[in-house]
C-alpha cells in the first residue's frame, strides 16, 4: 500500500515482552518510510529495556512525551492506558497475550480508535459484547509470531549451539507463567529425567523481576546447571526463536502455550500450582484470573495434574506429534488468526487506512 505521506508511528513499550509482538510491525512501517519510536516504560528494568533496543537498532525513548503530542500519528498499547484520553493521535490496542488469564482488557474497545483482535474467538466476542463500538474491531492475526514463518534450519542450528545444544536431540521447552506457576511443583530432577534431550527454560519476566518470586529462582538455578539444560537469561526477552527451535512445550497458564499450539506443536499443561494462601481461603480470586470462556481449547493440550503425568505426556508428545493435530489445527484460527507471516501487514494497512480518512 503505497502512501506519499509519511506518519510518525508510537509503540508504549511497557513491560520488555511486548517487544516480540511490536518489532514486526514497526519493522513494516519504517520499510514504507515512516518514522517509528519506541516509548520505554520507565518503571522497569531501565538498563534491560535499553539493552533490548539497542540490540534491535530502534529508535527510543523513556520520556512519554510523543505519546500525547500534537506530531504523533499513531500509538499502540498492548495493555490498557490510565491516560488513553490524552492521546490526540490515532490509539490502537493489541493484546500482549492470548491465553487462559483473564484481564479485562476488553472493555478498553470503549476508549481506543483501533482494537486489533487476532482470531474468530475473540472477534465474535467483541462484536456481541460491544456491538456500538464493532466498527473499531480488525482481525488481523499475531504479530507475534510473524517471524517464525520464515525461520530457517540453519537459524535453529545456530541457535541451539550458541547455548551449547545438540542439534541431533530433540528440544523442549518449558514456559512457565509468574503465576499461577507450576515452577516451584517440578522436582529438582527435571533436566537428569530428560537427560537425552535439549531442554530450554524460558522463565517469565516477572519471576526474575518481582521479590515474591525468589523460590522460582532459586530452582531456575539448580536446572541451569545440567549440561542438557539452558535457563534463559532476563535479557533474552523474545520466546518467539524458542518456539520455533522446539518440538514440544511443557507451560500451565502462559499464553505461550496457545501461541505453540497454533504452530501446531504438542502443549503439556501442567494444571499443578504454587497458590498464594489468599487463593486458598478465596478460590474464586483463581477463577477470576483464569478465563473460563477459552476451556473448550484446552482440548488440544495435554493436561498434567502431577509431575510424572508431566513426564509421561512430554515423553508421548515427543513420540508421537500427530496426536491432538485436528485440535490443533481447528482451533489455531479460532485463537491466532492466520499464521502466514502476514499479520504485521495487515496491521499497517489497517492502522494507515484510519489515518488516511
Known amino acids: 500500500m503505497e502512501n506519499p505521506k509519511k506518519f510518525t508511528v508510537v509503540f508504549y513499550v511497557e513491560y520488555p515482552y511486548y517487544f516480540p509482538h511490536f518489532l514486526p510491525i514497526g519493522e513494516v512501517f519504517e ?38 503530542s500534537e506530531q504523533t500519528d499513531a500509538v499502540l498499547f498492548a495493555n490498557p492506558f490510565e491516560k488513553i484520553e490524552k492521546v490526540q493521535g490515532l490509539s490502537v490496542f493489541l493484546e500482549h497475550g492470548i491465553g487462559t488469564k483473564s484481564t479485562s482488557f476488553f472493555p478498553f474497545v470503549k476508549q481506543v480508535d483501533l482494537y486489533l483482535v487476532e482470531g474468530e474467538h475473540k472477534y465474535r466476542y467483541m462484536k456481541q459484547n460491544y456491538p456500538k463500538h464493532a466498527s473499531k474491531l480488525a482481525k ?14 540453519k537459524s535453529k542450528i545456530d541457535l541451539l549451539q550458541k547455548y551449547c545444544l ?16 507450576s515452577i516451584e511443583r517440578m522436582k529438582d530432577s527435571f533436566p537428569m529425567d530428560f537427560s537425552g534431550y535439549n531442554i530450554i527454560v524460558k522463565p517469565h519476566y516477572l519471576s526474575y523481576e518481582r521479590k515474591r518470586y525468589k523460590g522460582q529462582r532459586k530452582k531456575l538455578f539448580h536446572w541451569s546447571r545440567y549440561p542438557n539444560c539452558v535457563v534463559l537469561p532476563l535479557d533474552e526477552y523474545n520466546i518467539v526463536p524458542f518456539l520455533a527451535i522446539s518440538d514440544v512445550m511443557i507451560s500451565d497458564e502462559s499464553s505461550a502455550m496457545f501461541e505453540f499450539a497454533a504452530l501446531n506443536k504438542p502443549v503439556v499443561s501442567n494444571q499443578y500450582f504454587k497458590l498464594r494462601w489468599s487463593y486458598f481461603l478465596f478460590p474464586w480470586k483463581l477463577k477470576r484470573r483464569i478465563d473460563s470462556s477459552k476451556n473448550r481449547f484446552r482440548t488440544m493440550f495435554d493436561i498434567a495434574l502431577n509431575y510424572q503425568e508431566t513426564i509421561r505426556l512430554t515423553k508421548l508428545g515427543l513420540k508421537d ?8 489445527l481447528m482451533f489455531q484460527k479460532e485463537i491466532c488468526g492466520d499464521v502466514d507471516g502476514m499479520s504485521s501487514y495487515r496491521i499497517y494497512g489497517e492502522i494507515l487506512k484510519r489515518l488516511m480518512l
Do not use: C, W
Not at 488481523?140 to 534450519?153: Q, R
Open 321 to 328: 506429534p500427530k496426536r491432538k493435530e485436528k485440535e490443533r
Open 31 to 68: 520499510q514504507n518510510g515512516h518514522r517509528v519510536v519506541y516509548v520505554l516504560s520507565e518503571k522497569q528494568n531501565r538498563e534491560n529495556m535499553t539493552s533490548i533496543a539497542k540490540k534491535n537498532g530502534i529508535e527510543y525513548t523513556f520520556s512519554d512525551e510523543l505519546i500525547f
Open 140 to 153: 488481523v492475526g499475531f504479530s507475534k509470531l510473524d517471524p517464525i514463518v520464515n525461520f530457517s534450519e
Open 166 to 181: 545438540d542439534p541431533e536431540k530433540k528440544t523442549i521447552l518449558y514456559a512457565p507463567t509468574f503465576f499461577p506457576s
